[in-house]
């Protein structure tokens, strides 16, 4: 069984007893807090965008930031509301910045790309980012964006 196979099946049978993966290259256990993993492999750059997801494209974030959840739903106003929560693996402060992109049945903007947004995470915390559309009835699939801050 390769690195890669077993990674996949230990995250898979920590997520179905309540942990979640942080990505890095090492293995951080805190008994009150997410246990973060190593790395899987990443996709090669020419792979096709997921949607509904949230991608982290700087990889200076790599081991240092996680993904805890991606939530979203329509608001009372018949707007799409998107948010992350973030976990920073490192006892150091991180910084991050998300954007996010609203699209049609047909994977075409529904609106322009929303500004980078920044969130503080100070060490071993969480930070919540979130963004919701402007158009109401159009909004079929979203996919977030994720790099350093700058």
Same mark, same amino acid.
């Given at each position: 069984?390769? *690195?890669?196979?077993?990674?996949?099946?230990?995250? *898979?049978? @920590?997520? $179905?007893?309540?942990?979640? !993966?942080?990505?890095?290259?090492?293995?951080? @256990? @805190?008994?009150?807090? &997410?246990?973060?993993?190593?790395?899987?492999?990443?996709?090669? @750059?020419? !792979?096709?965008?997921?949607?509904?997801?949230?991608?982290?494209?700087?990889? !200076? $974030? +790599?081991?240092?930031? /996680?993904?805890?959840? %991606?939530? %979203?739903?329509?608001?009372? !106003?018949?707007?799409?509301?998107?948010?992350?929560?973030?976990?920073?693996?490192?006892?150091? &402060?991180?910084?991050?910045?998300?954007?996010?992109?609203? /699209? =049609?049945?047909?994977?075409?903007?529904?609106?322009?790309?929303?500004?980078?947004?920044? %969130?503080? $995470?100070?060490?071993?915390?969480?930070?919540?980012?979130?963004?919701? +559309?402007? =158009?109401?009835?159009?909004?079929?699939?979203?996919?977030?964006?994720?790099?350093?801050?700058?």
């Amino acid at each position: 069984m390769n *690195g890669t196979v077993l990674l996949r099946k230990i995250v *898979g049978v @920590a997520g $179905l007893l309540g942990f979640t !993966a942080c990505a890095g290259p090492t293995v951080v @256990a @805190a008994p009150t807090g &997410p246990t973060c993993f190593p790395t899987v492999p990443a996709a090669p @750059a020419a !792979a096709t965008l997921s949607l509904n997801t949230v991608g982290i494209t700087d990889a !200076a $974030l +790599s081991g240092r930031v /996680m993904v805890q959840t %991606v939530n %979203v739903r329509r608001q009372p !106003a018949s707007t799409v509301e998107v948010w992350v929560r973030f976990f920073n693996c490192t006892d150091s &402060p991180v910084q991050v910045e998300a954007r996010t992109h609203f /699209m =049609d049945e047909a994977q075409a903007p529904t609106e322009p790309v929303s500004g980078w947004t920044r %969130v503080f $995470l100070p060490g071993r915390s969480y930070g919540v980012y979130s963004e919701s +559309s402007t =158009d109401i009835s159009a909004v079929r699939s979203y996919y977030v964006e994720v790099r350093e801050g700058r």
